[in-house]
């Protein structure tokens, strides 16, 4: 069963979200937050699998919560996704940087947000889709790029193609299937990846690949 909970200043939104999810056999809504504030405590009291955050709520914000729920090792296993009313949006970047495994336009289609809970509660993050894609390409692209962090000079060169890969939208079946490795084998280096360079999941692999320099926009790798 996977465990959610809901954020969102707009009791109507919450509700129809509420009734979608709770409708699914294999999906429960254990808590619903009005502001961030209260949906931080219901993450901590519930430990769901996936929180679904609005960007902005009253009294601490959709990023700030995602920074507090992300800093907490007791919450490692909660995946983070924010829901915005708009396909670009630079509070939602700003929320990638704090830790979101990614995010949701408002007017999904409701099969669509189902699917995407599964895809998030699996720890796959929400990197496929185009958008997100186009959003980290625009605001990553835009200011100038920090010095690569030291760490990424102990990622090997098949972790930096698989890093630049992921960075491209594609989960780990589609790296094995292009790499001509195993689905295991692509795991291990994201997983191995991750772990070098810090990341709590995905998403932010794909920050740390943009920030770095590491890809340019359009997930072309650059050499070393």
Same mark, same amino acid.
């Given at each position: 069963? @996977?465990?959610?909970? %809901?954020?969102?200043?707009?009791p109507?939104?919450?509700? #129809?979200?509420?009734? $979608?999810?709770? *409708?699914? #056999?294999?999906?429960?809504?254990?808590? !619903?937050? #009005?502001d961030?504030?209260?949906?931080?405590?219901?993450?901590?009291?519930?430990?769901?699998?996936?929180?679904?955050?609005?960007?902005?709520? =009253? &009294? %601490?914000?959709? @990023?700030?919560?995602?920074?507090?729920?992300?800093?907490?090792?007791?919450?490692? +296993?909660? *995946? @983070?996704?924010? &829901?915005?009313?708009?396909?670009?949006?630079?509070y939602?970047?700003?929320?990638?940087?704090?830790?979101?495994?990614?995010?949701?336009?408002?007017?999904i289609?409701?099969?669509?947000?189902? +699917? *995407?809970?599964?895809v998030?509660?699996?720890?796959?993050?929400?990197?496929?889709?185009?958008?997100?894609?186009? $959003?980290? !390409? !625009?605001?990553?692209?835009? =200011?100038?790029r920090?010095?690569?962090?030291?760490?990424? #000079?102990? $990622?090997?060169?098949?972790?930096? !193609?698989?890093?630049?890969?992921?960075?491209?939208?594609?989960?780990n079946?589609?790296?094995?299937?292009? &790499?001509? @490795? *195993?689905? $295991?084998?692509?795991?291990?280096?994201?997983?191995?990846?991750?772990?070098?360079?810090?990341?709590?999941?995905?998403?932010?692999?794909?920050?740390?690949?943009?920030?770095?320099?590491?890809?340019?926009?359009?997930?072309? %790798?650059?050499q070393?």
């Amino acid at each position: 069963m @996977i465990r959610t909970v %809901l954020a969102d200043d707009q009791p109507l939104i919450r509700g #129809g979200f509420r009734a $979608l999810l709770d *409708s699914e #056999g294999d999906i429960t809504v254990v808590g !619903e937050a #009005g502001d961030g504030a209260e949906a931080v405590d219901l993450v901590r009291r519930h430990r769901p699998d996936v929180v679904l955050l609005d960007v902005r709520m =009253p &009294l %601490l914000d959709g @990023i700030a919560a995602t920074r507090e729920i992300a800093a907490d090792p007791d919450l490692a +296993g909660v *995946s @983070i996704v924010i &829901l915005t009313n708009y396909a670009i949006d630079e509070y939602v970047f700003a929320a990638l940087r704090a830790g979101a495994a990614g995010f949701l336009v408002k007017d999904i289609e409701p099969g669509e947000l189902i +699917g *995407s809970v599964r895809v998030a509660a699996r720890g796959d993050a929400l990197l496929a889709p185009a958008v997100t894609r186009r $959003l980290i !390409e !625009e605001f990553v692209a835009t =200011p100038p790029r920090p010095p690569a962090p030291p760490a990424l #000079g102990t $990622l090997t060169q098949r972790e930096r !193609e698989v890093m630049a890969l992921v960075a491209a939208g594609m989960s780990n079946e589609e790296i094995a299937a292009h &790499l001509t @490795i *195993s689905h $295991l084998t692509a795991k291990t280096h994201v997983s191995r990846a991750m772990t070098k360079l810090g990341a709590r999941d995905r998403a932010q692999l794909v920050v740390h690949a943009y920030e770095s320099g590491l890809v340019s926009p359009g997930g072309h %790798l650059k050499q070393p």
